[in-house]
Structure formats: C-alpha cells, structure tokens
C-alpha cells in the first residue's frame, strides 16, 4: 500500500505509511458475553468488581471474548513467568482513556523530572484465603491519588526521552502496555475506585493521549497540562460514562474518515484511541502465605521484558537495576527498611543507623567526619554506590 498523505493542523504534509482502521463500536451484548466468559472461567483470579472492571477497557470485544473463554479445559490466556509466579494475562485493544496512571511511571519515575515514586503496592486474598491476581494501594484522598496521576503525565511527557507522541501520531501504539487491576483505597473513608493500572508502558500510554487530546492553538506545554487535567479527571469518571463518550467520539471519527478520507482529527482517534495492552487476570503462585509475591512477580515481568531502561546514560541504567533488585528483597523480607531508606538517600535516624551499623554508636555525630558505604549488587556487572557515613580514613563496604 503506497504511503498517505495528512495535512496537519499547522498546514504541512505528513506521510502515513499504513492506512489506519477505524475504531470499533461495540454494544452491550458483547459486554455481558465477556464478563460472562471471564466469570466463568477458573483460570481468572479477580473479584467480581475488578472483573466489571476489566471488561469497560477492551474495545475489541468479538477478539477478547474467544480468547477469555475457557473450553475443554483450555482457554486462549497467554503466559509469562516471573520469577516463580506464573503469570496468566489477557491480550487486546484498550480505550485510551480506560488506562490509569495510580502505580506512577514505575519503570522510569526515578529518572524524570518532577515524576513522583508510585505507591507502595500490596497483594490480595479472597475470602478463602487465596491470592487473587489484583493488588491494592492506598491514599490519604481521592486528591492525593489524582495529583499523583496529574504529576506523572506532567514529569512523563515533558521528558524528551519519554514522549513518543510523533512516532504515536504516524504509526500508532506499535508494542502492548501491561497493567494489572488495582483496587485504590483512601484513609480518609472515601469510597475504594477499582482501576486498570499501567505497571509498564506508561510513557507510551501518555503520549498516546497527548497525540488524541492535541490542541492545534496551545503550546507543547500546555497541551502536556491539558492531558495532564484530562488523565486526572479519568481517574474518578464511571465506566459507563467513560464508555458512552468513546462510543461518541469513534462513531463521529469513523463518520468523519467515511465522509472526508483521512484527515488529521480521525488520524488522532485512530492512532492513539486504541493501545494494545497485555492485562493480568491470573496467577500461579508458588506460595500462597506471601501477600507480596504479585508484586514482586510484576518486579521480575518488568525487567525482563526491560534489559535496560531508555539509553540515556550507562549510570541510569545500573541506577534502575539495582533501585528493582532492593524492591525485589524488600518484598520478600530479606532486607530491612532502613536499608531501602539508605539506597533511596532518605534521611537515617539512630535507631536506623544502630540497623545498619550495630555497635558503631548510637548517634552519627559521635562520630565527626563519620559516613557509610553501602553497595548494593544487582546482578553481573551492576552495582549502585550509594556513599554516606564513609569513614574519611578509609572506606569500608556494608552488605546487610
């Protein structure tokens, strides 16, 4: 097929080497046949909620519904292992605006300006006591969460490296996003919200909705602090609202590219509506007593699918590495937390140093001119030199 022609917003011409497909509009039969086939099949791990949940993300309905179904005692689930969890995950089209950004940009937050550390996530069980394949985070406040959201998509698309929206509006989202299903609980008493929750590919799912949510007479940083309110916004919007206005907006978009061919609005949509994402919906765990072992199972299904982070610096890149191999340990209770807090370069108290550095005296300033040294290995060839409290006449390195 012989490249396309697009003139953008600011009159140029844009080459579009594949022809984009119009979106697909779903009905509520389809709905009720998936979430029928996900509750019916004994390989998905959620509550009933999650699974409501699940359901409003896919727009490629006729495709996730033979996959979900379980027949024979086989279904059509993918696998991933992670470390020692078996990790069974459902593929298709996503809604754009159907993916959460409440786990922050987890694989590249500590290297982006003004992107926060997502929160702390645990595991559930149900009932019965067995793991489920869904987490949970908490917040103060619905606000707390939607600032924590606003300022990820900020930090994420104003980074160079990590807004792809160009190679988005000319090919589309080319390779899945993962997410798992996250209940999001607030101290304060306000209602849980139930989310799909990016866990890798949050850069590409940010740029994808600063390419559909393009505002021709703003500047690039405004148009990044548009979908910054937009993605806060999603946060608390209902799925049938979500869904009602996607079904608007594609049924106008592929009237649109009918009536008028390809023009730069209904490239938007078709580029950037539809994301391939890779959903978890079960597990095989390998001990059932550790709350913490899906967490550390997405840990491990992030670096593997990651050799390294973007190639921004050969520093960055061990950074990373070591930053997932204390997370790693932290979840599974071999290291102690002041430990993390002295690989994040948190602030130690007495207590805390004691920890690390038993019978070295209980207080740093006991000790003029006193710092430590930990290092941390993270795999072959990877270390992170984390230096405080290293004595000025000699360096001695601390494994705890």
């Given amino acids: 097929m012989s490249p396309r022609t697009v003139v953008t917003e600011d009159g140029t011409e844009m ?24 509750r019916a099949n004994p390989n998905i791990k959620l509550t009933a909620t999650a699974i409501d949940v699940a359901v409003g993300l896919f727009i490629d309905l006729p495709k996730v519904i033979r996959v979900a179904t379980h027949e024979g005692g086989i279904d059509a689930l993918n696998s991933q292992y992670a470390g020692s969890t078996h990790l069974l995950i459902l593929e298709g089209e996503a809604e754009g605006d159907a993916l959460s950004y409440v786990l922050g940009n987890p694989r590249l937050g500590d290297l982006l300006k003004g992107a926060p550390k997502g929160p702390r996530i645990t595991g559930v069980r149900d009932e019965a006591g067995h793991l489920l394949a869904q987490l949970v985070v908490e917040f103060g406040s ?39 299903l996250v209940e999001v609980r607030f101290t304060d008493g306000s209602p849980s919200l139930y ?13 994808a909705a ?7 007479t703003l500047a690039p940083a405004q148009n990044v602090a548009l979908v910054a309110q937009k993605l806060r916004a ?14 608007k907006q594609a049924e106008t978009a592929n009237l649109s590219y009918e009536r008028d061919g390809l023009t730069m609005p209904s490239l938007r949509q078709f580029q950037a509506r539809r994301i391939p994402v890779r959903l978890i919906v079960g597990a095989q765990f ?40 204390v997370l790693h340990l932290r979840q599974a209770g071999r290291v102690s937390e002041a430990f993390v807090h002295l690989t994040e370069d ?3 108290n007495d207590e805390e140093v004691n920890d690390l550095f038993p019978g070295g005296g209980s207080r740093s300033g006991d000790r003029p001119g006193y710092r430590s040294r930990s290092t941390v290995v993270a795999g072959r060839g990877h270390r992170l030199h984390t230096d405080r409290f290293q004595g000025v006449q000699g360096s001695q390195a601390v494994h705890p």
């Fill in 15 to 38: 080459q579009i080497e594949r022809e984009p497909r119009p979106l697909p509009l779903h009905d509520s039969k389809d709905l009720s046949a998936l979430k029928r086939q996900l």
């Fill in 142 to 180: 619905v606000a707390e969460a939607e600032s924590l959201v606003e300022s990820t998509i900020r930090g994420t698309l104003l980074d160079p490296g990590a807004n792809y929206s160009d190679s988005i509006l000319g090919h589309g989202v080319m390779s899945p996003v993962d997410a798992v």
């Fill in 195 to 207: 989310v799909v929750a990016l866990y890798d590919g949050t850069s590409r799912a940010a740029s």
């Fill in 210 to 216: 600063l390419v559909r949510y393009h505002d021709s």
């Fill in 234 to 247: 999603a946060l608390t919007m209902s799925s049938r609202k979500r869904r009602a206005t996607y079904l």
């Fill in 286 to 325: 390998s001990d059932e007593s550790n709350l913490n072992e899906l967490p550390a199972a997405i840990t491990a299904a992030q670096s593997t699918r990651h050799i390294s982070v973007n190639p921004w610096r050969e520093a960055a890149k061990d950074n990373v590495t070591a930053q997932r191999t």
């Fill in 346 to 348: 948190r602030p130690l």
